[in-house]
C-alpha cells in the first residue's frame, strides 16, 4: 500500500537532512584534518567528536631536551601535561636523537637545547622537510657540534679526495677540507645552516629585567584571549633578527627601551613557532592551549 503524498514528502525530507548533515560532518573532518579549521573553532563539542569518536587518537608531541640553554624543559612538560589532559607528551634528550626517530610526531618542542651535534640538527631539518611542526624555544640549537662519527666521516672524504687526486695526478692543496671545515663550523656559534630554516638569525642570550610582552597581531589565533601587554619574570631570553618577507612576528618582548622579536611563525614545509623567552615562564595556560590548538589538533 502506497504511502500518503504528505508522509512521503516528510520522509524525503528526513532523507535529504540526514545526508546533508553526512556531508557537513564530512566537509568538518576534512576541514580538521588538514588544518584548514582547528576543531575549538567549531561551535560545540567538536573536538571530543572528532579526537575520541571520529579519529580514535590524540597528538603525539615530542619534546626535546638537553643540558642547558634558555627554557626549563621539566617545567615546561609539567606545564602542558596539566593544561592539555590528552595529549601524548613524550620528553628525550636530544643527545640521543638519531635520522628518523621523529617519523610519526605530530609536533616537535625543542626547549633547554642549546648544544646539539650536525646529525642531530640535520635529523632536525629533514623532519621539518617533511611537513613536521615544531616549537622552537630561545638560544636551542645554537652551538653546534661535530660528534666521532662525523669527525671520522670527514676525515675518510679528505683520505678519499687525496687518493683521487694522486690517481689524477693532481696536486691538493688542502688535504684535510673536510675536517677543517667541521671544525670551524664548529666554533660559529648561532643557529648556522638552520637560519634559513627558520628565518631568522642568533644574536645574543640576555637576562631580562622588569620586560613585557606586547602583542603585535591580536587577531591571529595564537594570541586570543591574551592582555596586550604581559608582565614577565626575569628569565633569559635570546635576541634573534629575524627576514620580515619570510616571518610573521605575533608579539614582541621590551626590554627597557628596546624592543626584540619574542614570539614569531614561519612557514617552511609545515608550520614553526618561535619563543624568545620561555613559553612556560609566560605563565599563561591560554596561550600554551593556542599554541598547541594551532599547531596540533588532539
Request: hydrophobic fraction near 40%; aromatic fraction near 10%.
Amino acid at each position: 500500500m502506497p504511502l500518503p503524498t504528505g508522509k512521503t514528502s516528510l520522509m524525503s525530507q528526513v532523507v535529504h537532512l540526514l545526508v546533508l548533515a553526512l556531508m557537513l560532518v564530512a566537509l568538518l573532518v576534512l576541514l580538521t584534518k588538514f588544518n584548514w579549521v582547528h576543531c575549538s573553532q567549531v561551535p560545540g563539542n567538536w573536538c571530543d567528536i572528532y579526537c575520541n569518536t571520529i579519529m580514535r587518537s590524540h597528538s603525539r608531541i615530542a619534546l626535546l631536551y638537553g643540558e642547558e640553554g634558555v627554557g626549563n624543559a621539566e617545567e615546561l612538560r609539567w606545564t602542558i601535561t596539566n593544561t592539555r589532559l590528552n595529549t601524548f607528551l613524550e620528553p628525550f634528550q636530544i643527545r640521543y636523537l638519531t635520522a628518523g626517530m621523529l617519523e610519526g610526531y605530530d609536533l616537535v618542542i625543542v626547549e633547554e637545547a642549546r648544544t646539539v651535534s650536525f646529525s642531530q640538527a640535520i635529523a632536525l631539518r629533514d623532519y621539518l622537510d617533511g611537513g613536521g611542526s615544531m616549537i622552537w624555544v630561545g638560544d636551542s640549537l645554537t652551538n653546534l657540534y661535530a660528534d666521532d662519527v662525523e669527525m671520522e666521516k670527514a676525515r675518510s672524504m679528505d683520505l678519499q679526495r687525496v687518493y683521487d687526486a694522486e690517481v689524477a695526478n693532481q696536486n691538493v692543496s688542502n688535504p684535510h677540507y673536510y675536517e677543517n671545515f667541521l671544525l670551524n663550523y664548529s666554533d660559529t656559534r648561532g643557529f648556522n645552516f638552520l637560519s634559513d630554516v627558520l628565518s631568522a638569525t642568533y644574536e645574543s642570550t640576555n637576562a631580562s629585567r622588569n620586560a613585557e610582552m606586547k602583542i603585535v597581531q591580536r587577531s591571529h589565533m595564537m594570541m586570543n584571549g591574551l592582555k596586550p601587554e604581559i608582565d614577565l619574570g626575569d628569565v633569559e631570553y635570546a635576541r634573534v633578527h629575524v627576514d620580515p618577507r619570510y616571518v610573521s612576528t605575533l608579539a614582541v618582548i621590551r626590554d627597557g627601551e628596546k624592543e626584540y622579536p619574542l614570539v614569531f611563525e614561519t612557514r617552511y614545509s609545515g608550520k614553526i613557532v618561535y619563543f624568545a623567552y620561555p613559553l612556560e615562564a609566560i605563565n599563561s595556560t591560554t596561550l600554551l592551549q593556542n599554541v598547541l590548538d594551532y599547531l596540533v589538533t588532539c
